[in-house]
C-alpha cells in the first residue's frame, strides 16, 4: 500500500488548502473528514486524477491450521 500524505497550505488570508496523495476515491475524504470538521467550513472541493483511478481491491482473509 502506498503512503498516504496530507499537505496543507495556509494562505495569508486564512484559506487552508488541503492536497491528498497515496490513496483514490472516496478513502481521500475518509481520511480527512475529521480534520475538515476541525477546520470549519468548507468552500470548496476539486478532486484529482487519482480520485478518479479505481481503488485496489482488498479482502479481508482468515486462515484457519487444519489439527488432524
Known amino acids: 500500500m502506498e503512503k498516504q500524505t496530507i499537505k496543507f497550505r495556509i494562505r495569508q488570508d486564512g484559506t487552508v488548502e488541503e492536497q ?3 490513496c483514490t476515491g472516496p478513502a481521500c475524504e475518509l481520511l480527512t473528514n475529521d480534520i475538515n470538521e476541525k477546520l470549519g467550513e468548507l468552500q470548496y ?19 484457519h491450521a487444519n489439527q488432524d
Open 45 to 63: 472541493i476539486e478532486h484529482s486524477s487519482e480520485y478518479y483511478q479505481k481503488q485496489e481491491d482488498v479482502e479481508n482473509v482468515t486462515l
Open 20 to 22: 491528498v496523495e497515496g
